[in-house]
């Protein structure tokens, strides 16, 4: 299976699990078990693709796109279940038009989001944005985040229908640590947002404001 195939098929995962965790708390359960499943392909893909030396400048745009499809798919069911503040989605899903906007225009001048081709400058913008280090941790909370909510959520459910024991204490601060790792999501999001804005301004501005006028 190539990685390619392998991103797709997580987001058409991401899509069954937000369906599931609609539903009674066992197949919100089973979403919860489900959204480990889609976090884990995040890296398989990658894996796969330097596995079998399927790296490629275009599989590595389909990561980003497929990574932007599912995140955005969790974020805005948590905000409508009112699990998260409506504004994070509002800003993430504006952080990813912006920088996917400008990845798509260095991209056709040759350039990558990450590697040896990267779009990224500075020392400094490659730490923040295409480290691994950077990638790594921000998928990491990312990961911890969805996974935390859908299991609070699939509780909550156990709970309502009375399948699973009141536990006050555990869910109290269970919400507390998982509210406040989605504010550190989210502000790292924003921050490695911005150095892609700051490194790919020539390219939006270039073609708006040629150097030969």
């Known amino acids: 299976m190539s990685a390619n195939m392998i991103t797709v098929i997580r987001i058409v995962l991401a899509f069954l699990t937000i369906y599931f965790y609609g539903l009674g708390y066992k197949l919100a359960f089973l979403a919860f078990i489900l959204t480990i499943i889609v976090i884990y392909m995040d890296a398989l893909d990658g894996w796969m693709a330097r596995r079998t030396g399927g790296t490629s400048d275009f599989g590595a745009l389909l990561d980003i796109t497929g990574d932007r499809i599912v995140e955005n798919i969790y974020w805005i069911y948590f905000a409508t279940i009112g699990m998260v503040s409506f504004w994070i989605p509002v800003f993430i899903i504006a952080r990813g038009f912006l920088t996917d906007t400008v990845r798509s225009v260095a991209f056709a001048e040759g350039k990558t989001p990450f590697g040896d081709k990267t779009m990224m400058r500075t020392g400094i913008t490659k730490l923040l944005v295409s480290s691994r280090f950077s990638r790594g941790l921000y998928g990491v909370l990312k990961a911890v985040v969805f996974c935390w909510l ?11 229908a009375g399948a699973i024991s009141q536990h006050d204490k555990f869910m109290t601060i269970s919400e507390l640590i998982v509210s406040v790792l989605v504010w550190v999501v989210f502000f790292m999001c924003i921050i490695r947002g911005l150095p892609v804005l700051w490194d790919g301004r020539e390219y939006i501005l270039d073609k708006r404001f040629p150097k030969v006028l």
């Open 150 to 160: 859908g299991f609070i959520l699939a509780m909550r459910k156990g709970i309502t």
